[in-house]
């Protein structure tokens, strides 16, 4: 396995995934759209159970943004849903029916920076790098009018799929790319930027493809080594959205639409073919996975080879902030052992941390030094555990070193100083 310093190269394994069409998956069970954190936070609905509700309906308002039913079909109340990353949260049941009503906005022209961020609001868009809606981070970085610290920074839309088995991103490049493209431009909009462009590690003759269909001057290559820089110069200040977010501000402003699915990769020995699919939030994982021939005894990994969760539970709905599920029959549990120190994970880590002393002082319980060694850098990319000879989670524990030092070292009467 070649190291770089910062960063790693990994075996691709995306099979056909990419050149295929994406399937489109419809939900057969009910979808469950969540609507809070706990039962009594409910928020008034807008809905009478058992009525039918159209794609696209308002269920209720949270925080005065809309809910909304991402399929046709019959509302039938409410139920906690366990999620193996969001936790327990209270969700809107919706079974489909045949309906195939869809709500959608009015279109937006000639949008300015205030509508095309109403607009993501109001298509609900998420960004799928994060699961955060597109909204609130356009409201978050917008630069006020004629200031200078636009000049420096750049609007990137991530399509890099760097991952061993992801191609979602892809998938919207050969599919959507000048829809893309123009989601990018009313972002960067949004935000007073004048440069943007979309960063791809596409094999050479898609990308050659790309420049043709959409300018060179928009595509930027990246290197191959994982995690991947989206950008290279670093006195520009650099901003990041997803690739399927753009598209999704695209449809919104154009055709009015809400976001109201996502594709995925379903990938790994566990599944006949590596699929990109395409379903609406809140569908029951373990209907996608039906669909996709997925081996029921497998295990199954939400979110990418190098940072993804094992679940034991496959029903919970999919939710934003996921693109990509694995079915893994061959899911190597190593036995770790210790560390020899060798340095690797340090070589690789592109934060420039030292993950093995940050787990050798957590491990001593020497919290107060944990503060010079930087641990809020991690972004838990994964490497450094990918790389170690010895098998251990040194990622985990890195971010666990994280949350130690806000907490452990401030209980005992520390004082930060950042
Ligand atoms: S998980 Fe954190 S410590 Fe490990 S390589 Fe990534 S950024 Fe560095
Ligand atoms: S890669 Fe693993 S064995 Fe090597 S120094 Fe880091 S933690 Fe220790």
Redesign the pocket.
């Known amino acids: 396995m070649p190291l770089f310093l910062r960063g790693v190269a990994l075996p691709f394994n995306k099979g056909q995934a990419p050149d295929a069409d994406v399937l489109a998956v419809s939900a057969t069970g009910p979808v469950y759209i969540p609507l809070a954190k706990e039962e009594a936070d409910a928020p008034t609905l807008c809905v009478e159970e058992n009525s039918t509700v159209a794609a696209g309906q308002v269920l209720c308002h949270v925080d005065r943004l809309p809910v909304f039913s991402t399929i046709a079909g019959k509302f039938i109340g409410t139920t906690m849903v366990n999620h193996p990353l969001y936790g327990s949260l209270l969700c809107a049941v919706i079974k489909p029916t045949r309906s195939k009503r869809v709500e959608t906005l009015p279109p937006v022209e000639e949008p300015d920076t205030d509508t095309i961020i109403e607009a993501a609001a109001q298509a609900c868009i998420y960004d799928e790098l994060d699961g955060i809606p597109l909204a609130d981070k356009l409201r978050l970085w917008r630069m006020a009018e004629n200031d200078q610290a636009a000049l420096r920074s750049i609007l990137v839309a991530d399509a890099t799929e760097n991952d061993i088995y992801g191609s979602s991103a892809w998938c919207i490049l050969k599919e959507q790319a000048q829809e893309a493209l123009y989601g990018l431009q009313m972002a960067a909009r949004a935000l007073r930027f004048s440069r943007y462009h979309i960063t791809t590690m596409l094999p050479r003759n898609r990308r050659r493809a790309l420049k043709r269909l959409i300018g060179r001057e928009n595509v930027f290559t990246t290197g191959d080594e994982y995690p991947v820089t989206v950008y290279d110069d670093s006195r520009d200040d650099v901003f990041c959205i997803g690739i399927q977010a753009c598209a999704a501000l695209s449809a919104a402003l154009q055709q009015g639409q809400k976001h109201t699915h996502t594709i995925l990769t379903v990938a790994g020995d566990g599944v006949p073919a590596s699929r990109n699919v395409r379903v609406p939030f809140g569908m029951d994982l373990e209907e996608v996975l039906q669909a996709c021939g997925a081996d029921p005894e497998a295990t199954v990994i939400l979110g990418d080879a190098m940072t993804g969760v094992p679940c034991q539970n496959t029903h919970f709905p999919l939710l934003p902030g996921i693109t990509t599920v694995l079915v893994m029959q061959s899911h190597a549990v190593r036995t770790p052992q210790p560390?020899?120190?060798?340095?690797?994970?340090?070589t690789v880590c592109h934060a420039g941390l030292l993950?093995?002393e940050i787990?050798r002082r957590l491990e001593n319980m020497h919290y107060e030094r944990l503060r010079y060694l930087s641990t809020t850098s991690c972004d838990g990319c994964g490497a450094?555990s990918y790389?170690?000879?010895?098998g251990?989670d040194?990622a985990t524990q890195v971010l666990n070193a994280n949350e130690t030092r806000g907490t452990i070292f401030l209980n005992w009467g520390g004082v930060e100083n950042e």
């Open positions: 560390c020899i120190g060798c340095g690797r994970c340090a993950p093995y787990v450094c790389v170690c000879p010895a251990r040194v």
